[in-house]
């Protein structure tokens, strides 16, 4: 069964330095999303992303955070100087024009 | 923004009973989604519900969309250990606002 993957499954950063987060969305589908997990807490939406260009996002997802589908396959997240609030589960999901949609295993990030 | 209440927080049941738990907001949804999530884990979803009033069944769960569109349940029946984790409603209108979560433990 296809599925969405991520990459890496963790990832530890000094606070102030960029990371990338890459997920592969389920091949024939065309929305794509971020969202964030801290730890002990609900997920939360960053942003959504559909036709090359953001649909939507949350105020979480302010101007230190970006996202990009370099090719046909992936489709990431940039924190270009992580914070300590940053530390969390980044999830990515993806769906179909139906409306549900499938999940990522988690990046879990660790700012330090 | 649109906010989803979760009940219970937890619950801590023998093996063998049955479980509920719901969601209610007040903001209407098109769609009513229950995911679970295991420890170190992305949420997988259980069951999605497309229309007011739907009644889904998925194995020994069930799932109820909201007449009124702003409420869902849960239920899970004949519980057994591997039912353990974080069951989490989520409301979609493009993006999915999720509940806070309701952590099922099961006492052998």
């Known amino acids: 069964e296809p599925e969405v993957t991520q990459t890496p499954s963790h990832q530890v950063t000094q606070m102030g330095q960029e990371v990338i987060l890459r997920c592969v969305p389920i091949?024939?589908?065309?929305?794509f999303y971020w969202y964030r997990q801290i730890l002990g807490q609900k997920v939360e939406f960053l942003v959504s992303f559909y036709n090359n260009e953001i649909s939507e996002k949350s105020e979480i997802f302010d101007d230190q955070f970006s996202v990009e589908r370099p090719d046909g396959s992936n489709f990431t997240l940039k924190i270009r100087s992580t914070k300590l609030e940053d530390s969390a589960m980044y999830f990515c999901?993806?769906?179909?024009?139906?409306?549900?949609?499938?999940f990522g295993p988690g990046t879990r990030l660790l700012v330090l | 923004g649109q906010q989803l209440n979760q009940s219970p927080q937890s619950m801590f049941i023998q093996e063998g009973e049955d479980v509920s738990m719901n969601c209610t907001s007040s903001s209407i949804f098109n769609t009513w989604l229950w995911y679970k999530q295991e420890p170190g884990e992305g949420p997988v979803l259980l069951i999605a519900?497309?229309?007011?009033?739907e009644l889904t069944s998925n194995g020994r769960l069930t799932a109820q969309f909201g007449i009124t569109r702003k409420d869902s349940f849960l239920n899970i029946s004949a519980s057994i250990p591997s039912d353990v984790g974080i069951y989490f409603c989520a409301g979609q209108k493009r993006k999915l606002t999720f509940g806070t979560g309701t952590r099922l433990t099961i006492i052998p």
């Open positions: 999901a993806s769906r179909t024009a139906q409306e549900t949609q499938y």
């Open positions: 091949s024939n589908h065309l929305y």
């Open positions: 519900l497309y229309k007011a009033g």
